[in-house]
């Protein structure tokens, strides 16, 4: 007999602070992550709960980073509870109200809107899927990262992810010279399967900056396979369609694609192969449908990208990638491992089969959530009713 889950009324949010030890790496700009928190949202109706969760960027990067929000997050995320209680949570993405409908907000939005679709799928014994129009893909392919450093060593890490996940994809944050990138790349097809597609995101860093020369770079790194190259420097739209047109490496764009109207400009300017829909900006499941609706109007493919999270949120990140249009369904590495040394919150991440996450159909975001252990990495607790 199924169990009384009762009625959508939310009746109660918690909201915590997290933190936990996290994966630090360096990246081509010289940089390494800095300590993470998450902010996790749990959304009840008194009988079962929801959760969603997201990487505050104000309060772990200084203003004015790339990515970082200009909002106070943990403020708008106290008030945004209050305003959820007493809604009906089958309201689902119709709950954003227009002032959250912004760059800086984005984090916020996935956060509640995982855990909205979170309870409304439990309550009704549904995956978060069957209310966004069913998914498209029942896998995603995983793709991990691996960080800058020597060519010996990031060609090692690639191997070892592919012994350990049958890894197929993988993207490298170059060191952003030439020759050094490819003799990394070329240990790496030496070491990896064939048939491995390799990525590069320099996040703006290449060292040589003129388009001319990021061009002789890509070409370069083509003779060894490389297949996509995600924001090589920062410019405007006319110079990444000078760069698009003169190499056979995919451009995409990241960090300048995360608005509709930003996309709507990229497709009309014909200036990318490819977006990312970077877990963490997303908006919530409906906005970043309709981000990925019009990059393929315009031709463009999209994938998701990668943040530091528990697991309630690698499995929304995962959802969502199994609904964009379009043939790539990757989804850029959000595993435990990858994030938080093996550390998650959730009892089973999904299962992986020869490279890819598949995507069940358990209700709601298709996790369950280890209560004790999220209580170990929490420091901050707020309730609201």
């Known amino acids: 007999m199924q169990r009384n889950t009762g009625h959508g009324t939310i009746r109660r949010i918690t909201i915590r602070k997290c933190t936990t030890a996290i994966n630090k790496g360096r990246y081509t700009t010289g940089e390494t992550d800095p300590d993470c928190i998450n902010i996790v949202i749990e959304v009840s109706n008194g009988k079962v709960s929801g959760f969603g969760e997201f990487v505050p960027t104000s309060l772990i990067y200084p203003p004015g980073h790339i990515g970082t929000s200009a909002l106070d997050e943990w403020d708008i995320t106290l008030k945004t509870a209050q305003n959820l209680i007493g809604k009906d949570c089958r309201i689902l ?81 170059p060191n952003g010279e030439m020759e050094k990138d490819y003799e990394t790349i070329r240990k790496i097809r030496e070491l990896t399967l064939p048939g491995s597609h390799i990525f590069i995101d320099p996040n703006y860093a290449l060292k040589e900056q003129h388009p001319d020369a990021v061009v002789k770079y890509l070409n370069r790194l083509h003779e060894l396979g ?22 056979k490496v995919k451009i995409m764009i990241d960090e300048c694609a995360r608005s509709p109207e930003s996309i709507m400009a990229i497709a009309n300017a014909g200036c990318a192969d490819l977006i990312n829909i970077h877990a963490n900006w997303a908006g919530g499941f409906q906005r970043a449908m309709l981000k990925a609706g019009i990059a393929a109007v315009g031709g463009i493919e999209c994938l998701v990208g990668s943040t530091f999270l528990l697991g309630m949120g690698v499995a929304g990140y995962r959802i969502l990638t199994s609904l964009l ?61």
């Open 325 to 385: 249009p379009g043939n790539l369904a990757i989804c850029e590495q959000e595993n435990a491992v990858y994030c938080c040394q093996g550390f998650t919150v959730v009892k089973k991440e999904y299962e992986e089969l020869d490279g890819a996450s598949l995507i069940p159909d358990t209700p709601g975001l298709g996790v369950d959530v280890d209560m004790d252990k999220l209580e170990q990495v929490t420091f901050e607790t707020v309730n609201v009713e």
């Open 93 to 173: 993405g119709n709950w954003i109200p227009e002032e959250l409908k912004c760059h800086d907000a984005n984090s916020i939005v996935d956060g509640f809107d995982f855990a909205i679709h979170d309870l409304a799928g439990h309550i009704f014994n549904l995956p978060a899927t069957a209310f966004l129009g069913g998914r498209k893909h029942d896998r995603v392919w995983n793709m991990d990262v691996i960080r800058t450093d020597e060519p010996d060593i990031m060609a090692k890490t690639a191997l070892e992810f592919q012994k350990q996940r049958h890894t197929r994809y993988f993207k490298l944050k």
């Open 226 to 247: 490389l297949e996509v190259c995600e924001d090589p420097i920062k410019t405007d739209w006319a110079t990444f369609r000078y760069i698009k047109d003169r190499t």
